[in-house]
């Protein structure tokens, strides 16, 4: 893998930037204050702004490192952001990387984090050449795996009790898609 870091990324209806500490009310506000949001994810709920601006400062601080790639999901048009993609694990061995991401309520059932996530396979696979893309959900948040599979990613298992999210220990579906 040729690490490269976050870029800007652009695709028919969004801008794939870097986060900046002016983000942290939109952040709070679209997505990290939503308990709705964040059921099913292994962080909770921001219950103040103020804890958004230190995940925040942690993580433009983490764009220093050329292995780091974290996105803020933005529309055309509208700089504010309304979710987040980027890798949660990594392997450098073999070459694989593993994505997460959220989006606000609001923006949920558009195809927005489909065609975040398809950006970044292809960044992925073209640009810092990696073999392997994964992600895994809880099973009981299917619309997450739905997004896995618009994106071309294919479902390899369910490994039980297996992982821990803000429902407790669950379940946990991988879905991948390799270069070849």
């Known amino acids: 893998m040729k690490h490269i870091g976050t870029k800007n990324i652009e695709t028919e ?3 794939l930037r870097r986060f900046t500490l002016d983000d942290a009310d939109a952040m709070y506000r ?3 204050s939503d ?28 764009y ?17 952001p309304i979710g987040s993609i980027g890798v949660v694990a990594k392997d450098d061995e073999t070459e694989m990387v593993h994505i997460g991401y959220c989006i606000g309520r609001e923006y949920w059932h558009r195809g927005i984090t489909s ?13 810092v050449g990696v073999k392997r893309v994964e992600s895994r959900h809880d099973p009981r948040n299917p619309n997450s795996g739905k997004v896995m599979k618009k994106c071309g990613m294919i479902y390899e298992g369910t490994k039980k009790n297996s992982d821990r999210n ?3 220990i669950c ?10």
Not at 35 to 62: C, F, G, N, Q, R
Not at 64 to 80: F, M, P, R, S, V
């Open 115 to 127: 065609e975040a996530l398809k950006a970044l396979i292809d960044f992925f696979f073209d640009e």
């Open 30 to 32: 679209n997505w990290a």
């Open 13 to 15: 209806r969004l801008i």
């Open 35 to 62: 308990d709705e949001v964040t059921k099913y994810l292994t962080w909770p709920a921001h219950s103040s702004v103020d804890i958004t601006k230190m995940v925040l400062a942690d993580w433009v601080e983490s």
């Open 64 to 80: 220093k490192n050329d292995d780091n790639y974290n996105w803020a999901i933005t529309l055309k048009g509208n700089d504010e």
């Open 166 to 168: 803000n429902q407790g």
């Open 171 to 180: 379940d946990a579906s991988y879905y991948a898609i390799i270069r070849s």
